[in-house]
Each structure stands twice: as C-alpha cells, then as structure tokens.
C-alpha cells in the first residue's frame, strides 16, 4: 500500500492531528506519524527528508505552528508533494494565522500544498486525492467516502 509521511513540528500538535491519522486510517492508507522541528532537530529533519523517497514513501503532510517552517524545509529537501497544516498552537499564536502565513506564503520555485488551519482532516484527504491518481483501491475508497458523506 501507498504510504503517507505524517509529520509534525510538537507533541503538543498531536491532539490537532488524529483527524488526519484517523481519515488515512478509514482509507486504509498505511502511513507513519513522527515528531520533528524545522527549528529544534533540523538533523532529524534533514535526514527524513532526504531519504523520504527511498523509503516508499509517496506523500508528506508536515504540521506546524508559530513560524511553521516544516513543511517548506521539508519540501526544500525532497520533490515529493507536501501539503502543510497550518497549527493554532498554544496561547501564544496568533490563532494559526502565523503558521498559515508561513506555509502558504512559500516563494516561486518550492511550492506547499496547504490546507485550513487545523485542517487535518482535509490534509487526508488531498493526500488520499495525489495517491488516488496512481492507486486503484485509494481511488475506490476515496470515491466511497464522497458517497457515504453526501447521503449523510
Ligand atoms: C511549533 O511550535 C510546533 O509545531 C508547535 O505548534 C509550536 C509550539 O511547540 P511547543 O512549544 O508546544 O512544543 O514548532
């Protein structure tokens, strides 16, 4: 099965992302979860990033708050699509509008997908979308859901 990289810059950002790690889970989308900051273990990050292909896997989702610069260092490092996840995080963020900023405002050349401010269920699924293009059983499980939630 595809696999989808989900990271994230705390564990404090945990809570924010079980959407996300529940709507890969409904997909049956196998995917990893791992806690690494662009600013507090750039080593950790530098080293996922590099050998992220290598390692089968073929999307990332990186979350952040504050600065948010996961998802751009990550992308820096690997042509594999990135979608970020802006984080509100916190009592001292500026209501995630700062991580969205910083994901979203990426310069010509190192492109981030981004969703809502803790969008984490929405990451899923643009990530169940990318797969979906290469993945048959992706693509019926993704069709499935669209089903099941418009006649809910
Ligand atoms: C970011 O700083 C994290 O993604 C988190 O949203 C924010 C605050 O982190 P903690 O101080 O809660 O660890 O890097």
């Known amino acids: 099965m595809p696999r989808v990289a989900v990271l994230t810059g705390s564990k404090s950002d945990l809570p924010i992302l079980e959407p996300c790690v529940q709507t890969l889970a409904e997909l049956g ?7 690494m900051s662009a600013h507090r273990s750039p080593a950790k990050v530098q080293q996922f990033a590099a050998s992220a292909i290598d390692n089968g896997f073929e ?10 610069h996961l998802p751009g260092v990550i ?6 699509p990135v979608i ?32 809502a401010i803790n969008g984490a269920r929405n990451a899923a699924l643009l990530a169940a979308a990318i797969l979906a293009l290469k993945h048959p059983a992706v693509h019926e499980s993704l069709e499935r859901l669209r089903r099941e939630q418009s006649s809910s």
């Open 59 to 68: 999307v990332i989702i990186a979350a952040a708050g504050m600065a948010a």
């Open 84 to 115: 970020g996840v802006p984080i509100a995080s916190g009592n001292h963020s500026a209501s995630g509008l700062d991580a969205l900023l910083s994901i979203a405002q990426m310069p010509p050349g190192v492109p981030v997908a981004c969703v």
């Open 29 to 35: 989308i196998d995917h990893e979860l791992h806690v």
């Open 75 to 80: 992308a820096s490092m690997t042509t594999l």
